[in-house]
């Protein structure tokens, strides 16, 4: 007698078919991945194994090291001395002070005549420069009479004789506040360009750092008084000592506008 096939044999071995191929395909799977791994690549290399000692690097004795806990000898050098002052010093130093000197008396000067109304209206913002101005030379007169009587000098009290007589002379003419304003402009014209001469004769750093500290300033009132007259404040490239005091009387200057 023929047993024939039941439904639940169809469904066993359709079971058992569905669990093989899960099986065909995990085994499919982990074959691919392990394709993958083993082809990473046709020029990868396997990676270089170093033994304990060869990973660790051998320390080699330091020649001449000082033994741990010694102290430590450093060698300092003596700050070098600075110069004194030479005699050079000493004679450009009150040259720069009488300059200074005459500065004073000539913008004291303007004050009192503006005060007396001979130059006619003054403006406050002239008559605050010039006060200022004066303030500044005023300051710069004591810094190097200070370092003149450090030094066992006399202090400078008078201006150069043949500079006086001829700022007093021009001064002598100027009626009104632009007069003023082109005196003060060739008089500032003197100090800058004997100052900026002076920074390349000065021997000590002290003196030099003097008159490199009050050549700017003076730059400055030249600017200010430049504006003051209509100028361009600021028509040098490069500062130089064409103006620069060398004895006699006051010199022309370049700059001076043909209002006078």
Same mark, same amino acid.
């Given at each position: 007698m023929t047993t024939e096939p039941t439904e639940t044999t169809h469904q066993e071995e359709s079971g058992d078919k569905s669990v093989a191929r899960r099986g065909m395909f995990a085994v499919?799977?982990?074959g691919f991945a392990a394709a993958l791994a083993a082809?990473?690549?046709?020029?990868? %290399?396997?990676? *270089?194994?170093?033994?304990?000692? $060869? *990973?660790?690097?051998?320390? %080699?004795?330091t020649k001449n090291r000082p033994e741990r806990g010694a102290p430590a000898t450093r060698t300092r050098r003596a700050p070098a001395a600075a110069a004194a002052p030479t005699e050079a010093d000493f004679m450009i130093g009150a040259l720069a002070a009488?300059?200074?000197?005459? &500065?004073?008396?000539? #913008?004291?000067?303007?004050?009192?005549?503006?005060?007396?109304?001979?130059?006619?209206e003054v403006p406050p913002a002239v008559a605050e #420069?010039?006060?200022?101005?004066? &303030?500044?030379?005023?300051?710069?007169?004591?810094?190097?009479?200070g370092a003149l009587t450090a030094g066992g000098k006399e202090a400078v009290t008078a201006p150069p004789a043949d500079l006086e007589a001829s700022v007093n002379e021009q001064f002598g003419m100027v009626t009104d506040v632009v007069g003023a304003a082109q005196l003060a402009l060739t008089l500032e014209q003197v100090a800058a360009g004997t100052y900026l001469f002076a920074i390349?004769?000065? $021997?000590?750093?002290? &003196?030099? &750092?003097?008159a490199g500290s009050i050549f700017p300033i003076d730059r400055q009132h030249i600017s200010v008084l430049l504006f003051a007259l209509g100028m361009y404040p600021v028509p040098e490239v490069f500062a130089n000592t064409d103006m620069a005091f060398s004895g006699g009387a006051m010199p022309e200057s370049p700059m001076m506008p043909g209002t006078r």
């Open positions: 499919a799977a982990g082809c990473g690549g046709k020029d990868s %290399q396997p990676e *270089a194994v170093l033994s304990p000692a $060869e *990973a660790t690097p051998s320390r %080699q004795p009488s300059l200074e000197v005459l &500065a004073v008396n000539t #913008y004291g000067a303007a004050l009192d005549a503006a005060g007396a109304g001979a130059l006619g #420069y010039v006060t200022t101005a004066r &303030a500044h030379h005023q300051a710069a007169l004591d810094a190097w009479n390349s004769k000065l $021997e000590s750093p002290e &003196a030099i &750092a003097l």
